[in-house]
């Protein structure tokens, strides 16, 4: 195993979203804890696709009553 050759590689890993920079092993681990989150979000929407269009329909509506809220609002 050639070990400057792997050292290499990994200096050589960047990730750049927007103001978020990280290179080396930080990259790494970001990299991988997104694939894991990414993973887990798409296995809880499998889990809960049946009751998936009720949660949504409700929280749009929790949203519309919280702006409706906020406009009827008196002045002083």
Do not use: H, W, Y
């Not at 979203?17 to 887990?40: F, T």
């Amino acid at each position: 195993m050639n070990i400057k050759a792997l050292a290499r590689l990994v200096r050589g890993f960047k990730i750049e979203v927007g103001d978020i920079r990280a290179q080396g092993p930080p990259a790494i681990i970001l990299a991988a804890s997104g694939l894991v989150l990414a993973a887990g979000i798409v296995r809880l929407l499998n889990q809960n696709a049946a009751v998936l269009p009720e949660t949504l329909r409700e929280a749009k509506a929790l949203v519309d009553s919280l702006r409706a809220d906020s406009a009827k609002r008196l002045t002083s």
